[in-house]
Structures are given as structure tokens and as C-alpha cells.
């Protein structure tokens, strides 16, 4: 989703475009190699392991992916001088802040999945210089497979009435938007670190049931959303109650709800099926 979103942001770059069949970035060796050979300037590390449920039970291949792996692209990325972007998550936070959490707070996951992403901003930070840690969160975009948004308008489709939790608390994010912030982060050389980046919300954030009501609203469809809480639907990964990433570094981007209108009208499919 995010990686199609940066070729299409970076197209007159004409960027080389790797999926794990090019480059396998758990395997150190390779990394090295292929890069070496590339002789990049940027790198835009898109790749990530992102089943938070599955993590649980997998958490030596989400901390391959997620974790060593972006190390041997920052010892890769520091050997050709090269800028490495990274992106990491809100889940790397324990969500008990209602304030949400900004870009230098500490840490502390409550998942294998955060942890592993946390795994990856430690081999970030530790083993290159020139970097951008972009935090995104709920991202959804016109490509992948899975995201909440479609979901959601799927299941709109065939049942009456949807329960989704309204305990849980975050900002959502286009993909679209995410990578034009990420081309607008490297055009004005902006300082390497962490920055957060969504779609602006109310400063409290808003709830999943919020962002599923919108987006049925939004298609016209007449199935009722109903909140209720997650206590209704026990999953084996914790997820943060409060993920609210606060952006104190970049100027906003635009809402949630202006953004979510354009992804529903321009490539999700499900407006024009509705």
C-alpha cells in the first residue's frame, strides 16, 4: 500500500522498485551486496511485517523483518552515504497517554508486533546517521490488500447493522499523503530524526467506530454502525487504548475526513460497487 504510494510520488525520480523477490532485506549479506551495486542516494524502506495478531506467534520473523532487518539497511545505507527513510507505527507506544505521544517520548510496546518495530528504530538509530523515522498510523490507501477502511465497507455491503469498538483512540492516515509528506520532508532537507505523520484529527484523536461510520457515511450505504467496546472482540495482540501520534515538527497535513473522501471517490472500489 505505502510502497506503491511512494513510486507514484517518486515517479519522475524514476526510482528502482524492489519487493522481497529482489531484495530480501532480512538476509544481511544480500542487502549489502545489492546496494553496494545500486550505489543509491536515498532509500525508502517500505517493507515491513504488519499482521499485528499473527506476530504474536511469529515474533521471530516480525523481529527479522521489522527489526534486524532495517539494521542491515542502516550499516548499508551509512557505508554509501546514502539517506535511509524508515517508517514505524504508533504501536510502538503503550497507549496510556490520552494526550497522545510525541516524536522524542519514550517507548514501551505491549505487543510483539510494537516491539519488533521498536526492535527496528533501535537499528535505525543505531547504525546510521542520515535518517528519517517516520510514524505513521491506521493507514489506508488504494493498494494491498488489507486495511480497516476496506474492511469495513466490505462487510457494509452484505450485513444490517456493524459493531465496531469505539474504546480505542488514533489518527488515520492516507498512504497518498503519506508519501507526498515524505517527498516533502526530503525536498526541503528537513533535519533527520522522528517525525510523526497522519491526517489531522481533533487533538483527543477519534475511535475506529468513528472512522467506520464516516466511511459508510461517506458511500452511501444504509448499514448501521454501532459502537461497542473491544472488550467484544478479544484479540490475541494488546493494541495502545490511546495512539494519538502528535505532529510538533511539520506543518498538518489535511483532515481525516477529507482525505478518507478522496480515497473513497478516486480507487477503493467500493463506492462504485455500493
Request: proline share 4%; hydrophobic share 35%.
Given at each position: 500500500?505505502?510502497?506503491?504510494?511512494?513510486?507514484?510520488?517518486?515517479?519522475?525520480?524514476?526510482?528502482?522498485?524492489?519487493?522481497?523477490?529482489?531484495?530480501?532485506?532480512?538476509?544481511?549479506d544480500q542487502v549489502k551486496t545489492?546496494?553496494?551495486?545500486?550505489?543509491?542516494?536515498?532509500?525508502?524502506?517500505?517493507?515491513?511485517?504488519t499482521d499485528v495478531d499473527c506476530?504474536?506467534?511469529?515474533?521471530?520473523?516480525?523481529?527479522?523483518?521489522?527489526?534486524?532487518?532495517?539494521?542491515?539497511?542502516?550499516?548499508?545505507?551509512?557505508?554509501?552515504?546514502?539517506?535511509?527513510?524508515?517508517?514505524?507505527?504508533?504501536?510502538?507506544?503503550?497507549?496510556?497517554?490520552?494526550?497522545?505521544?510525541?516524536?522524542?517520548?519514550?517507548?514501551?510496546?505491549?505487543?510483539?508486533?510494537?516491539?519488533?518495530?521498536?526492535?527496528?528504530?533501535?537499528?535505525?538509530?543505531?547504525?546510521?546517521?542520515?535518517?528519517?523515522?517516520?510514524?505513521?498510523?491506521?493507514?489506508?490507501?488504494?493498494?494491498?490488500?488489507?486495511?480497516?477502511?476496506?474492511?469495513?465497507?466490505?462487510?457494509?455491503?452484505?450485513?444490517?447493522?456493524?459493531?465496531?469498538?469505539?474504546?480505542?483512540?488514533?489518527?488515520?492516515?492516507?498512504?497518498?499523503?503519506?508519501?507526498?509528506?515524505?517527498?516533502?520532508?526530503?525536498?526541503?532537507?528537513?533535519?533527520?530524526?522522528?517525525?510523526?505523520?497522519?491526517?489531522?484529527?481533533m487533538p483527543e484523536g477519534i475511535?475506529?467506530?468513528?472512522?467506520?461510520?464516516?466511511?459508510?457515511?461517506?458511500?452511501?450505504?444504509?448499514?448501521?454502525?454501532?459502537?461497542?467496546?473491544?472488550?467484544?472482540?478479544?484479540?490475541?495482540?494488546?493494541?495502545?487504548?490511546?495512539?494519538?501520534?502528535?505532529?510538533?515538527?511539520?506543518?498538518?497535513?489535511?483532515?481525516?475526513?477529507?482525505?478518507?473522501?478522496?480515497?473513497?471517490?478516486?480507487?477503493?472500489?467500493?463506492?462504485?460497487?455500493?
Amino acid at each position: 500500500m505505502l510502497g506503491h504510494a511512494l513510486a507514484e510520488i517518486f515517479a519522475d525520480q524514476n526510482p528502482i522498485l524492489w519487493d522481497s523477490a529482489d531484495l530480501d532485506i532480512t538476509k544481511a549479506d544480500q542487502v549489502k551486496t545489492k546496494l553496494a551495486e545500486l550505489k543509491p542516494t536515498l532509500i525508502l524502506n517500505a517493507a515491513a511485517y504488519t499482521d499485528v495478531d499473527c506476530a504474536e506467534r511469529n515474533k521471530e520473523l516480525a523481529n527479522s523483518v521489522n527489526g534486524y532487518g532495517v539494521g542491515y539497511l542502516a550499516k548499508a545505507a551509512k557505508e554509501l552515504g546514502a539517506i535511509l527513510v524508515h517508517y514505524s507505527t504508533d504501536y510502538i507506544f503503550d497507549g496510556k497517554n490520552k494526550n497522545g505521544y510525541k516524536e522524542n517520548d519514550p517507548t514501551n510496546p505491549i505487543s510483539a508486533y510494537g516491539f519488533s518495530k521498536q526492535l527496528g528504530e533501535q537499528q535505525l538509530q543505531q547504525n546510521c546517521e542520515m535518517y528519517y523515522l517516520i510514524r505513521s498510523s491506521w493507514l489506508f490507501g488504494e493498494y494491498g490488500g488489507k486495511n480497516f477502511v476496506k474492511r469495513i465497507l466490505t462487510k457494509a455491503q452484505n450485513q444490517r447493522k456493524l459493531k465496531v469498538v469505539n474504546d480505542h483512540f488514533g489518527k488515520p492516515t492516507y498512504a497518498k499523503d503519506l508519501a507526498a509528506k515524505t517527498r516533502e520532508i526530503i525536498n526541503q532537507q528537513k533535519p533527520c530524526g522522528i517525525y510523526h505523520v497522519t491526517n489531522e484529527t481533533m487533538p483527543e484523536g477519534i475511535s475506529w467506530y468513528d472512522l467506520a461510520k464516516k466511511a459508510v457515511e461517506l458511500v452511501g450505504l444504509k448499514t448501521e454502525v454501532v459502537p461497542c467496546s473491544s472488550a467484544e472482540f478479544p484479540q490475541p495482540a494488546k493494541r495502545p487504548k490511546y495512539a494519538m501520534l502528535v505532529n510538533t515538527k511539520l506543518k498538518p497535513m489535511r483532515s481525516w475526513e477529507e482525505a478518507l473522501e478522496e480515497y473513497l471517490n478516486l480507487g477503493s472500489g467500493i463506492k462504485e460497487n455500493s
